[in-house]
C-alpha cells in the first residue's frame, strides 16, 4: 500500500481529500505572538483582519518535524510506503523538514519527498496524479518518476487584487506596491522553476481583471491535460467565480472544473480577491 501524503499549501478541498484518500500536512501562521496550524485553528478571514489591523503580514513556517514524524510513522507502522508533496522548496524548508522526519525514522527508502516546485493547486494536480496511480496499483518508484516528469508540466498563474500583503511581506518593494495601488494594476504571478515571478499586469477593477486573464489563457487551455482545471481563489465574489467558471465551460474541455479556496498560507502572502486558474499541460 502506498500513502499520499501533501502539506496544506495544496489547497484541496476537504471532498477531494477523502475522495482520494490523502492526508494533509500542516504549516503554521504566526501573527503576533501567536502560532496557528493551517487549515485546523486559523482561517484566511481572520488572517485579513488582523493583518489589516497590525499594518503587518503574518509570518508562515514549514511543517513541524515532530507534527511529520508522528504522521509519517502512522502508515510506516502500518506497513505502508508514502509519497509525501511539498511546496517548492525555493518557497520553503518543508520539503527538507520531510526528508528529516524520514531520516529519524530510518526510512528513508520507504518515504519518498517530492519537492512539487510549485504552490496551492499547482501542487494539488501533482498530489491528485500520485493518488490515482497509487489507487492503480503503480509502485511508488513508477509514481515518483512519473510526477517528477509531470512537474514541469503544471501551468500555475494568479492575478492578485492588491499588492498590500506582498508588499507587506516583502515580497515586493514599497514603491511598487504605491504605484500598483494608485493605477489599480493588478500584476499577474506565475509559476515557473519553482519561483513566483511578475508577468503581465491587467488595469481597471479586479473583475475585469481576471476575466481578462481567464481570457488570456484561452490558447494555452486549448493543449491542457482535459481530467481536471483547478480556479482557486482566496476570497472572491460568488458572482465572479460563477463567470470564470462559465468562460471554462465554455471551452468543452476539461472533465471537471473544480472551485477551491486557498488555505491560509497561501492567503497570507496574497490577500483576499485573488484568483488563478491551474492546469497541466498535455504530454
Known amino acids: 500500500m502506498i500513502k499520499i501524503i501533501s502539506d496544506s499549501t495544496c489547497d484541496l478541498s476537504e471532498e477531494l481529500l477523502n475522495k482520494y484518500d490523502i492526508d494533509i500536512l500542516p504549516l503554521h501562521v504566526v501573527m503576533g505572538d501567536k502560532e496557528y496550524i493551517d487549515g485546523v485553528n486559523i482561517s484566511p478571514d481572520e488572517i485579513y483582519v488582523w493583518s489589516d489591523e497590525h499594518k503587518e503580514t503574518p509570518k508562515t513556517s514549514a511543517v513541524g518535524i515532530g507534527e511529520a514524524i508522528n504522521l509519517f510513522r502512522k502508515y510506516i507502522d502500518a506497513?505502508?510506503?508514502?509519497?509525501?508533496?511539498?511546496?517548492?522548496?525555493?518557497?520553503?524548508?518543508?520539503?527538507?523538514?520531510?526528508?528529516?522526519?524520514?531520516?529519524?525514522?530510518?526510512?528513508?527508502?520507504?518515504?519518498?519527498?517530492?519537492?512539487?516546485?510549485?504552490?496551492?493547486?499547482?501542487?494539488?494536480?501533482?498530489?491528485?496524479?500520485?493518488?490515482?496511480?497509487?489507487?492503480?496499483?503503480?509502485?511508488?518508484?513508477?509514481?515518483?518518476?512519473?510526477?517528477?516528469?509531470?512537474?514541469?508540466?503544471?501551468?500555475?498563474?494568479?492575478?492578485?487584487?492588491?499588492?498590500?500583503?506582498?508588499?507587506?511581506?516583502?515580497?515586493?518593494?514599497?514603491?511598487?506596491?504605491?504605484?500598483?495601488?494608485?493605477?489599480?494594476?493588478?500584476?499577474?504571478?506565475?509559476?515557473?522553476?519553482g519561483k513566483m515571478i511578475a508577468s503581465k499586469k491587467y488595469r481597471g477593477s479586479i473583475d475585469s481583471a481576471i476575466l481578462k486573464y481567464v481570457a488570456d489563457l484561452e490558447e494555452e487551455l486549448a493543449k491542457a491535460k482535459k481530467d481536471r482545471v483547478f480556479i482557486t481563489h482566496s476570497g472572491c465574489d460568488k458572482e465572479l467565480i460563477a463567470k470564470v467558471r462559465e468562460k471554462l465551460e465554455a471551452l468543452n474541455r476539461f472533465d471537471e472544473i473544480l472551485v477551491t479556496r486557498a488555505g491560509s498560507v497561501i492567503s497570507s502572502h496574497c490577500g483576499p480577491g485573488t484568483l488563478g486558474v491551474l492546469f497541466m499541460e498535455e504530454e
Open 79 to 193: 506497513g505502508e510506503e508514502i509519497i509525501a508533496f511539498a511546496i517548492s522548496e525555493d518557497m520553503s524548508t518543508t520539503a527538507n523538514v520531510m526528508r528529516i522526519a524520514a531520516e529519524e525514522l530510518e526510512k528513508e527508502d520507504k518515504i519518498h519527498v517530492i519537492d512539487s516546485m510549485n504552490l496551492s493547486t499547482g501542487v494539488g494536480h501533482l498530489v491528485v496524479e500520485a493518488a490515482i496511480m497509487a489507487k492503480n496499483g503503480e509502485s511508488a518508484e513508477t509514481i515518483v518518476n512519473e510526477i517528477e516528469k509531470m512537474r514541469h508540466r503544471v501551468r500555475a498563474s494568479f492575478v492578485i487584487d492588491t499588492l498590500v500583503y506582498l508588499q507587506r511581506g516583502g515580497r515586493c518593494s514599497s514603491v511598487a506596491a504605491i504605484a500598483g495601488g494608485l493605477l489599480k494594476l493588478h500584476p499577474k504571478i506565475i509559476v515557473e522553476n
